[in-house]
């Protein structure tokens, strides 16, 4: 049978085991921890050659983060936007709906997008005899080799063998206690649930109507009243938050006795915590992991980041050092279980440094600030080629813009100019304006603000191109 494949890509998640890197405006996906390149971008890059066009199910703040990604990726694909988070099986059931809606059955391969993969053949290759044993009416799961006695990890049994690598699932147990872990790893018959499924969208939703009817019914209604936004999907608020929030694991694969495991052996780690990506770095004959401008003297087994400047660490043994624009993470290596718990405090204080870098990603670019003070602040924009700002006034501010690279259009009422490098000019309170770069080089401006009142939300947008209100 020739059934199409559709990857459905499944970017959500805050990642704040993984703060101050991390952040909710900038999650694990879109970060490089391992190599040049984003775990989201590596997702796509290690896709089946003949699948369809992915299908990406994300959070609404991340939507502008997911379609440069896929354009950088020279990829096209819908964009799914989830109102909130609701877990797995509400997920794939939007994916699923989405699916069979253009009148196909495909088999559906569902991916995290924040997983490292070291062997990209070799996951393909697990992939392709699951996609054979999901064309047959299995629900199938790759399953990882256990490493180690890991208690945060759900775990598999294999039954009656399939195929090569493949069994029927005997039983599913999630994040047991250290002592039946062991004993898992011990036996040899369990792997670890690498969070990777694959399964024909219409046996997906059948089994929800059976198994988890609430999700079914209530994903089929927020599906229903979408609405198409430029490139993305968006999903019915009201409807899709009535439906129960579960995983795919809980709400259907261990209620069906069609449920498979394929091995997959292939480097998988899900970098879900510091120890995690310290494991699966390079290290040096002390096992200290460096990134970035650092310097270690007589230290061992130590994970030492440096974003944005010179980061010394002299004598330590085991420790997680992070440094970010803003933020300094340090830590003991195994202590990573206190830093969930320290997030959320600095997020009950309201603090910024948990929702976004001092690099703000916009759809047009990004911005960062360079100085502020009374009545006044300074920023410099970046601006991608033939992207624009919305055609937007402010009542509070008035702005004044020095282009430092490339050429920028501005639009100041019913005029239109070119400015170009070392030039400048103002934009008055209260007066319409538009920002484009119309070259093929990054526009660069410094912009110095002043006025009574410099908040983000002192813009009245007339015009945007991205959809915003």
């Not at 206690?177 to 792997?191: I, K, N, P, Q, V």
């Not at 019915?236 to 795919?248: G, K, M, N, V, Y």
């Not at 960062?368 to 991608?384: F, H, I, N």
Request: net charge negative; hydrophobic share 45%; with cysteine.
């Amino acid at each position: 049978m020739n059934i199409p494949v559709l990857p459905v890509i499944l970017a959500g998640g805050s990642g704040t085991r993984l703060w101050p890197l991390s952040r909710r405006h900038v999650p694990k996906p879109f970060l490089a921890l391992k190599s040049g390149e984003t775990l989201f971008a590596e997702t796509l890059a290690r896709l089946p050659e003949a699948a369809m066009a992915p299908l990406v199910v994300c959070n609404e703040a991340h939507r502008f983060l997911v379609a440069e990604q896929l354009r950088q990726a020279g990829r096209t694909g819908l964009i799914l936007l989830e109102p909130a988070a609701r877990n797995t099986a509400p997920a794939i059931a939007l994916a699923a709906l989405q699916a069979v809606q253009a009148g196909e059955d495909p088999v559906l391969l569902v991916m995290p997008s924040d997983h490292w993969i070291a062997d990209t053949p070799a996951f393909q290759a697990s992939v392709a005899r699951a996609v054979a044993l999901a064309r047959e009416g299995w629900l199938v799961t790759l399953g990882v080799t256990p490493e180690r006695a890991e208690t945060g990890y759900g775990y598999i049994q294999r039954g009656e063998r399939l195929a090569d690598q493949a069994w029927r699932v005997a039983r599913f147990t999630e994040k047991p206690d250290a002592a039946t872990a062991e004993a898992f790893c011990r036996s040899g018959d369990y792997l670890w649930n690498s969070g990777v499924f694959v399964l024909r969208a219409g046996h997906y939703l059948a089994l929800l109507e059976r198994l988890a009817p609430a999700i079914l019914t209530a994903c089929t209604e927020a599906h229903g009243k979408a609405r198409q936004d430029l490139d993305f999907l968006r999903i019915d608020d009201a409807a899709f938050c009535a439906s129960p929030a579960d995983s795919i694991d809980y709400a259907v694969m261990e209620h069906t006795d069609h449920a498979a495991v394929v091995a997959l052996t292939a480097g998988w780690s899900d970098i879900g915590s510091w120890p995690a990506l310290w494991q699966v770095q390079d290290r040096d004959d002390a096992g200290n992991v460096q990134c970035g401008d650092v310097l270690l003297r007589e230290s061992r087994g130590c994970y030492v980041r440096a974003e944005h400047r010179l980061v010394a660490v002299l004598g330590a043994e085991d420790l997680v050092v992070v440094e970010t624009a803003d933020a300094v993470l340090v830590a003991p290596r195994e202590a990573a279980g206190l830093l969930k718990a320290s997030v959320e405090a600095l997020e009950a204080e309201g603090r910024r440094e948990v929702v976004e870098h001092r690099v703000v990603h916009r759809p047009w670019g990004h911005y960062e600030p360079v100085d502020s003070g009374e009545r006044y602040q300074v920023k410099r924009l970046t601006v991608q080629p033939g992207r624009r700002l919305s055609l937007q006034m402010h009542h509070h501010r008035a702005e004044h813009w020095v282009v430092v690279r490339g050429t920028a259009r501005v639009t100041l009422g019913e005029e239109s100019f070119l400015v170009g490098e070392n030039q400048s000019i103002d934009i008055p309170q209260g007066r319409v304006h538009c920002l484009e770069n119309p070259g093929v080089i990054p526009l660069e401006l410094i912009e110095i603000q002043s006025g009574t009142y410099l908040g983000e939300d002192d813009i009245v947008r007339l015009d945007d191109p991205y959809g915003r209100a």
